[in-house]
């Protein structure tokens, strides 16, 4: 089926329904829309080992090498579909995997501390979802302790852990957020992410410097006072 439209100078063309669908899955990317707050996996996603996942990543992305004109028998490159391959798998999407999630410790608040409680400047490194680039940034996180609080190094492995797979930084962040809730068993949490995309600062429209900033504020953290007493101490 074809579809007629226009373009901003004017012209008119005409499209079919896989070219449409090319466009809007592309502007999806360009607009790093995200389609659900779980991360999307396949059901058998965890049938393969580790290490059947390398061998099968390495062999395609060597095909993609080779298709780029790479010469494979470089010893410089030679070795690159394999490490790649590792790379995905043990390290930069290592948070896919459900068993490495950080065990969470908990401790007694035994100081009854009631106030807020700020963990901020933490490193995030992840990869858009949309391209396979890099997302860098940092996040700062909140809380108000109730019964218990929660090992200060746990806050940081959160975030590496739900940072080491592809995605969509508002996925993200209300993933954090969703873990924080669920471990401390209370909805006093704010999270507050900025970084830096290179699927905008290396592709698509190159520009260099800019940030995105995404929050999620529940319980507490919805009162504007409390609310401005984060912003200001991450600040």
């Known amino acids: 089926m074809v579809k007629n439209g226009s373009l901003s100078d004017g012209y008119a063309f005409a499209l ?8 809007a899955i ?8 995200a389609t659900s707050i779980e991360t999307p996996m396949k059901a058998n996603a965890f049938e393969m ?7 099968k990543i390495a062999a395609h992305f060597k095909e993609i090498m080779d298709i780029l004109g790479l010469d494979l028998q470089d010893d410089s490159l ?8 590792k790379m995905y798998v043990k390290e930069i999407f290592s948070g896919l995997k459900p068993a490495n999630k950080p065990k969470i410790s908990l401790f007694d608040n035994k100081f009854k501390y ?33 019964k218990a609080v929660i090992g200060l190094s746990k806050l940081n ?14 996925r993200l962040t209300v993933q954090i957020a ?45 009162n504007e006072n409390i ?3 984060f912003l200001q101490a991450i600040k």
């Open 16 to 23: 079919n329904d896989n070219e449409l669908s090319d466009i």
């Open 26 to 33: 592309e502007e999806m990317g360009d607009q790093h829309a």
């Open 49 to 55: 080992s580790d290490e059947e996942k390398v061998e």
């Open 78 to 85: 030679s070795g690159t579909p394999k490490r790649v391959a």
């Open 114 to 146: 009631r106030q807020m409680l700020v963990e901020k400047n933490i490193n995030l490194q992840s990869f858009c979802e949309h391209h396979f680039l890099p997302i860098q940034g940092v996040v700062h996180i909140a809380y108000i302790a109730n």
């Open 227 to 229: 609310k401005a007493e």
């Open 157 to 170: 492995r959160i975030v590496e852990h739900y940072a080491r797979r592809p995605q969509v930084q508002e």
């Open 178 to 222: 969703e873990a924080l809730r669920e471990a401390l068993n209370t909805q006093d949490v704010a999270v507050y992410v900025e970084a830096k995309h290179m699927c905008v600062e290396m592709r698509g429209i190159e520009h260099q410097g800019c940030t995105t900033v995404s929050t999620e504020y529940s319980g507490k953290f919805l």
